[in-house]
Structures are given as structure tokens and as C-alpha cells.
């Protein structure tokens, strides 16, 4: 894809050392569906050798699990779906074009866009995930305009590693399911545990603002320098147009789905309500976030026809969500039939102490991570255990709640699953960007672990 393809020696080294990891990614790791029924399978036979259950008594509880985070997965479809959509705004592409001209040095481009990508991540994890790519794409643009050479996998790999600190803002879906009453995680942990709690904490601010700063500092260590041989977008790509979703106004329909006034009208009123929800004492929830991007979208668009086209665009990229949302369902259910995350939990206890709880925790989430790479899917499979055995130990909720949310977050830049829009978008492979996304892992992982074990004392 490049007109410079030998990249230099420090990236040489980098993919020596990741290619044996990238070949196992590209060849071994199948599909997050895949994965789901795997872990299916695992936990119901785990449940037949480690509890008194029956295999009747499993099946049922599979089954009638299977509907049980319906809700859960609606929410959590229209996060990733909102996000989408409100990233291919026409504001908030102009804005992104913009924002492609600040960088006028190749060695501060990639922390611009991993910050730009971070902070997007930090309102809604779909927003960020689609600026991140489509930021990187238009420096890559404008720096070509200007005669810059920029490595461009490096680009896509600092958009993508801002997706790194979502799970710690705005639409994190652990702590906001947590915060919201009627919920799985409400049942599991025996209270609502607001936000105040978890994701505004300031202990939870400060440490996204540290991984966004060592990072950020990564990416200009990592930089190529002056004179070094770079891969740069293709010089017949350009920036991806904007598509408003034009359509012919020919009948009365037509021009009522043309107008303005609708989307105005109902976009006012969802913002009307989100006042009045907050001054009368109402808190942060999943529904609360979603109805607040809807706000926005309705408030940003000119017309129905373009809030259509914009759902049929991002809708695509929803599908794999609904489909394994089920599975994790019924592996909840499995679970909770047959006592079998009271076995995890003990086993979880046996090993930790309030101190090392929520370091083992986040490393423990960063592995089932890569087993089931949607964050509520996650919470899910992973989070009335964590509670359970946090309540045990004496531990705070919240420890436990954002330990597993970090772990989920941190791996994902090793995790194929979520990277796939990103690349697409951009046009590269796995391979092209793991090299460098390691390297966020690492910078994150330091500053997740630390502040884990400072939490904990």
C-alpha cells in the first residue's frame, strides 16, 4: 500500500520481536463468536465437574438464561451504534478535518491523534474507535498536502491505542451498569453502586490522565526520526468524503423527511429531559448516556433522511454484538443455577488479599479479555464473580468493578475484535499496527497495575 515500504530499524526490531505473536493472532485466533460458544462449552463442563449440577440442571439453566441481559445487550448495542453515528456527524467530520491540520511536525502527529482518539474514547468508546481511524486517515492526508512523510500504520496504531482508557469514562459499561438499578451487576453486587464511586472517582481520573500522558510520551519516543524510511498512505487515497444521505424530494413524504423541524423538535425535548433528569437528583446510567449521544445526534443532523443513512451505515458493526449477547447470557446463567461462581470466587480468594486483590483482578480481567472482547460481555461473565469474592475479602465494590473494567480495556490493544473497524477503515492488517499497539499495552498496563496496587493499600 505504500510508497516507502522499509520501515526503519527501531520498527524493524519491534516486528521481529511481535511477528511470532502477530503470526499466531492471524492464524489461531478465530472469531469472537466463536469464542462465545467455546466458553459455553467450558463452563458448562466445568459446572458438571466442579459442582453438584446435572447436566439437565445446566442445560436449564443455559436456556433460561439466555434471555437474561436483553436490556443489557439493547444498551449496549445503541452505545456502539450512537457512537458511530455521531462520529460521521457532518459537525464532528468538519471538526475532525480540522483537527487533521494542528499537527505541522511528522513526530507530534501520533500523540496528537492517540489523545485526540483517547479523549473521544473517554465520552462514548464508539466515538472513539471511528475517530481514531478517521483522524489518522486525514493527517495522513493533510500531512501528505504539506510534503510531511508520516508512517501511517503508526498513525492507525496511535488512533486505535486511544481506544485504551474507554472503560474509564463516560460510557463505560461496567460502572454504568453497576450504576444502574435492576441491572445484573445491581443484583451481584446488592446495592447500586453510582458512578461517583467508580469512573468519577479521582483516583480513576487521575490514572486515565496518567495513561494518556505515558502513552502519549510513548508515541514521540517511537516516532520515526527525520531521515528514517516511512510507509505512507497511498497517494490515490485521499480524505474519506463525507456522505450526508442525500435523497430525491419529489412528494409531500419526501419533503417532511427532508425537514429540519422533526429531528429539532425531539432532539430539544431529549435535552429538555436530560435537564430536568439531572436537576431533580437523577444519576449517570447506561440509558442516561445513551439518550444523551441521541441528543446530540438528533440536535447535529439537518434532516430524518441523513439520522436514517447514518443508522444504516453504522448498523453493520451492531450484528456481532446481538448475536453473542445471548451466549453470555446463558453462560451468566450457568453460573448462577449452578453455584458455580461461588466455586470461582473461593478459588479467587485462596490466592489474593485485600491488598493484591485488585491487581490480580485486572490481570485476570485482561486475560478473560481475549476470550470475550466485549466489555459488558465481559462484566457479564466476569463480574458477579469479582464481587462476590470482593465482598468476601472486605474489598471496596469499586475496586473490584474497575479492576475488571482496566483489565478489559488494556488487552484490547493485543485483541483483534475492536480493531477490525479501525483497520478497515484505514485499509491495513493486524500485523501492521500490533508492533506498536504492544507498546501502549505496556505503558497502560504500568500505569493500570500501580494504580490498582495504590488503590488496594
Not at 443484583?187 to 487521575?206: D, I
Not at 480524505?239 to 417532511?256: H, L, Q
Request: proline share 5%; net charge neutral; hydrophobic share 55%.
Amino acid at each position: 500500500m505504500s510508497q516507502q515500504t522499509t520501515p526503519p530499524p527501531a520498527q524493524t526490531s519491534r516486528r521481529g520481536i511481535m511477528r511470532p505473536f502477530n503470526n499466531f493472532l492471524e492464524r489461531w485466533v478465530p472469531s469472537a463468536l466463536v469464542f462465545a460458544i467455546v466458553l459455553t462449552i467450558i463452563v458448562a463442563v466445568l459446572a458438571l465437574l466442579l459442582t453438584d449440577s446435572g447436566p439437565v440442571a445446566i442445560i436449564k439453566g443455559w436456556g433460561d438464561g439466555l434471555s437474561g441481559l436483553l436490556a443489557f445487550m439493547t444498551q449496549m448495542a445503541l452505545i456502539l451504534l450512537l457512537g458511530h453515528m455521531l462520529a460521521n456527524t457532518r459537525p464532528v467530520r468538519l471538526l475532525l478535518g480540522k483537527l487533521a491540520r494542528v499537527p505541522r511536525s511528522p513526530v507530534y502527529a501520533y500523540t496528537f491523534v492517540f489523545v485526540v482518539a483517547a479523549l473521544a474514547s473517554l465520552i462514548t468508546w464508539g466515538l472513539g474507535l471511528v475517530v481514531g481511524a478517521l483522524l489518522a486517515r486525514e493527517v495522513a492526508v493533510q500531512a501528505r498536502k504539506r510534503g510531511m512523510k508520516v508512517h501511517f500504520p503508526l498513525l492507525v496504531a496511535a488512533g486505535y491505542s486511544g481506544y485504551v482508557v474507554w472503560h474509564m469514562g463516560y460510557s463505560g459499561s461496567g460502572p454504568l451498569t453497576a450504576a444502574t438499578e435492576g441491572s445484573f451487576m445491581h443484583e451481584a453486587a446488592g446495592r447500586v453502586v453510582p458512578v461517583t464511586e467508580t469512573t468519577f472517582t479521582p483516583w480513576n481520573m487521575l490514572a486515565a490522565l496518567a495513561v494518556i500522558i505515558v502513552c502519549g510520551s510513548l508515541f514521540l519516543l517511537i516516532a520515526p526520526k527525520k531521515n528514517d524510511p516511512v510507509t505512507e498512505l497511498p497517494g490515490e487515497v485521499g480524505s474519506e468524503a463525507y456522505d450526508p444521505g442525500e435523497e430525491d424530494v419529489v412528494t409531500p413524504a419526501d419533503r417532511i423527511d427532508a425537514s429540519r423541524v422533526l429531528t429539532l423538535l425531539v432532539g430539544l425535548a431529549l435535552a429538555a429531559y436530560l435537564v430536568i433528569h439531572f436537576s431533580s437528583g437523577g444519576t449517570l446510567t447506561l440509558d442516561i448516556v445513551n439518550w444523551s449521544f441521541l441528543t446530540l445526534i438528533l440536535l447535529l443532523v439537518r434532516n430524518p433522511f441523513e439520522i436514517i443513512h447514518l443508522t444504516a451505515k453504522a448498523a453493520s458493526n451492531v450484528g456481532e454484538i446481538l448475536l453473542q449477547f445471548p451466549l453470555y447470557a446463558g453462560i451468566l446463567g450457568i453460573m448462577t443455577v449452578t453455584g458455580l461462581i461461588q466455586v470461582f470466587s473461593d478459588a479467587f480468594v485462596a490466592i489474593a488479599n485485600p491488598t493484591t486483590f485488585g491487581m490480580l483482578a485486572f490481570l485476570s480481567a485482561g486475560l478473560v479479555n481475549f476470550f470475550v472482547p466485549s466489555g459488558g460481555g465481559q462484566f457479564a461473565v466476569q463480574g458477579p464473580i469479582m464481587l462476590n469474592a470482593a465482598d468476601q475479602m472486605g474489598v471496596d465494590q469499586s475496586i473490584a468493578i474497575m479492576a475488571v473494567a482496566y483489565g478489559d480495556q488494556w488487552t484490547n490493544m493485543i485483541q483483534p475484535f475492536w480493531a477490525l473497524p479501525v483497520l478497515a477503515i484505514a485499509g491495513l492488517k493486524m500485523r501492521d499496527i500490533l508492533g506498536y499497539t504492544s507498546v501502549t499495552l505496556a505503558g497502560s498496563g504500568v500505569v493500570l497495575l500501580v494504580t490498582m496496587l495504590l488503590v488496594s493499600l
